[in-house]
């Protein structure tokens, strides 16, 4: 059956003025998220022994995402994570296990490392309901990860181990995204791929 939202009159009311405000809030939120300290330093010399300055931005996303596949596990367990802000680079990688956001910032945070343009993007999707936030709201229920690489966009979900690098699943087909840019607009879109 789909959801209420979609086939029931629903009044949707928001106190949050302009979709900004999500965007404002969420950056302050996960800002000090992506400190660097020796641990994160230790890892990405694991993953680049040689430093890396030899592959492609596109390589080098690639062996940040294998080594987060193949090294953390991803878990959603609602006691244990927060409903918003990640968990620090470090601890996830010391408990070697976290859900979609804290997976997606320890990623951009390696990235950042590695000289590569990454962010977080939180992610609505249509499990909610295809008419669900159509005004500014904190409904997002995942997050997956925005990078730039060699010149060009790719979407990369960390919590599928078998899903293949810069490839994302068929339930996120039409959902509804924000994403961060530097000046911290906030683009309320569906999710194309």
Same mark, same amino acid.
Not at 173 to 193: D, I, N, Q, T, V
């Given at each position: ?11 949707? #009311? *928001?106190?949050?003025?302009?979709? *900004? ?8 939120? #996960? ?39 193949? @090294?953390?596990?991803?878990? *959603? ?50 499990? @909610? ?65």
């Amino acid at each position: 059956m789909p959801q209420s939202v979609d086939v029931s009159d629903v009044l949707h #009311i *928001s106190t949050i003025p302009a979709w *900004s405000e999500i965007s404002g809030w969420y950056a302050d939120v #996960i800002n000090n998220r992506t400190e660097e300290n020796h641990y994160l330093k230790d890892v990405y010399a694991t993953i680049f022994p040689v430093g890396g300055k030899q592959l492609t931005e596109f390589q080098k996303g690639k062996k940040i995402y294998d080594y987060i596949e193949k @090294n953390i596990r991803y878990s *959603s367990v609602s006691f244990r994570q927060s409903a918003y802000i990640p968990q620090k680079a470090a601890l996830t990688l010391t408990t070697r296990l976290g859900d979609c956001k804290d997976l997606s910032n320890l990623f951009v945070t390696l990235a950042k490392m590695a000289g590569i343009k990454a962010q977080m993007v939180l992610v609505d999707t249509r499990d @909610n309901g295809v008419k669900d936030l159509v005004l500014p709201g904190m409904d997002f229920n995942h997050c997956i990860v925005k990078a730039n690489l060699d010149n060009k966009d790719y979407y990369l979900e960390l919590t599928d181990s078998e899903l293949p690098f810069a490839s994302l699943p068929n339930n996120l087909m039409g959902a509804l995204y924000w994403k961060f840019h530097p000046k911290m607009e906030c683009l309320h879109r569906s999710l194309r791929f």
